[in-house]
């Protein structure tokens, strides 16, 4: 069983590092994102364990800050894009890959396009919740000319609709990418 696994997770970093062409999607595209990302896919590694991995140094010797600060500058690159994330709290903070990176790392070696931060459904859907808030607001301030109560608990009950909506997809994206 843990042999199956060591030869799954070798295999996962060989596409890795021969589908760098597809990483573009992605924007990774140096090697040192690539080489973070397959030692992240082997399991949580802190920034400290990642400079010791990749460059051979350690914390004793002369060039390990350097190569530390260009780690950690890499890392938080990766972590706008939402591949990467740790912990908030505590001292020694892990970093691991994020489910949105798993799912885009697999769909490496097929032809699935990459998966997206904020697909274009999300982003329709916070537009339509946005739209119907708008007509409320203005006709809470007296802007629009009597408009009938029918037609304003209409709106309200299209924007709580709306609004559960983009709140479950906001959810599911926070939990995608954290």
């Given at each position: ?25 992605l ?28 460059y051979q ?20 690159r ?38 997206p ?11 339509a ?50």
């Amino acid at each position: 069983m843990v042999r199956e696994n060591a030869d799954g997770i070798e295999d996962l970093r060989i596409k890795v590092k021969e589908g760098v062409s597809k990483l573009r999607g992605l924007e990774v595209g140096n090697e040192l994102s690539v080489e973070i990302l397959s030692r992240l896919a082997e399991g949580r590694r802190t920034a400290s364990e990642l400079v010791e991995e990749i460059y051979q140094v350690r914390s004793s010797d002369e060039g390990f800050y350097s190569s530390y600060a260009r780690v950690r500058r890499e890392i938080r690159r990766l972590e706008s894009k939402g591949l990467v994330s740790t912990n908030v709290l505590g001292r020694n903070r892990p970093y691991r890959l994020t489910d949105l990176a798993v799912i885009n790392l697999a769909r490496i070696g097929g032809e699935s396009k990459q998966m997206p931060v904020l697909p274009p459904i999300d982003i329709l859907i916070y537009l339509a919740t946005a739209a119907s808030l708008i007509p409320l607001l203005f006709g809470s301030m007296g802007r629009f000319i009597d408009p009938s109560e029918m037609v304003t608990l209409g709106l309200f009950g299209l924007f709580c609709l709306l609004l559960g909506a983009s709140l479950t997809r906001f959810f599911q994206t926070l939990r995608r990418v954290f």
